[in-house]
């Protein structure tokens, strides 16, 4: 059973289009995370919901934006996609928010923007 | 500001030869320090986590690692790598709510 899942694992496309990530945990997990991993492993957050609230939103362009339909799922919009965003983009969940709580992630979804 | 920072960015070892992977932290309070791994083409799994307690703390496979206040370190060691070990290692640590890594290790296991 996976406990974090991603889809689409692997995303090729063109400078400008628009596409959308999606992330679905089965943990019951209440915290919900997108990291953004460049080409040099450097992992960082990019937004962090919370039983569907917003509770972390880092310096991201406003073409991605985040949304959480249910806390079992948090989904990425990306507009207008620039060669810069291509990265892996993953997806994590954490019981509680917190800084204690382990979170758990999710495969990866790996972003080419041609 | 919050920061990890990993010294290390490559190391190869032999296979049975101990390793120590360095992590040191930037915190202004409470600080919950953790250690993921992730293996080539996988997700990151959490190998260790301290928040309070005996500063030595197991984790899966045999890693350890010991929170340092005075050195503002969390080291990650094994006695003795396998070649299974080879995989990319990250420091992170929590306040409030975020999770900041470090830039990661990425270690070589020879068999």
């Known amino acids: 059973d996976t406990a974090v899942s991603q889809t689409p694992k692997y995303l090729v496309t063109q400078m400008g289009n628009d596409k959308s990530i999606k992330c679905e945990q089965n943990?019951?997990?209440?915290?919900m995370y997108w990291y953004k991993q460049d080409s040099k492993k450097f992992l960082k957050i990019m937004f962090s919901y919370n039983n569907k609230e917003l509770i972390i939103n880092e310096t991201v362009p406003n073409r991605f934006s985040p949304k959480s339909p249910d806390k079992a799922h948090l989904n990425l919009h990306i507009n207008s996609l620039e060669l810069g965003d291509s990265a892996v983009y993953f997806c994590a969940s954490s019981l509680l928010r917190g800084s204690a709580e382990t979170q758990y992630f999710g495969p990866g979804t790996r972003l080419l923007v041609l | 500001a919050q920061s990890v920072s990993q010294h290390n960015h490559h190391v190869i070892l032999s296979e049975a030869a101990s390793l120590e992977l360095g992590c040191n932290y930037s915190?202004?309070?409470?600080?919950?320090l953790f250690w993921y791994v992730q293996y080539p083409g996988q997700h990151l799994q959490l190998l260790l986590k301290y928040f309070s307690g005996d500063p030595l703390v197991k984790g899966i496979k045999g890693f350890e690692a010991e929170f340092l206040k005075s050195k503002f370190s969390f080291n990650l060691r094994k006695p003795s790598v396998q070649w299974s070990d080879t995989a990319e290692y990250f420091c992170?640590?929590?306040?409030?709510?975020?999770?900041?890594f470090g830039g990661g290790t990425r270690l070589m296991v020879k068999p």
């Open positions: 915190y202004g309070g409470t600080v919950n």
């Open positions: 992170a640590g929590a306040a409030g709510n975020m999770l900041t």
């Open positions: 943990l019951g997990h209440d915290t």
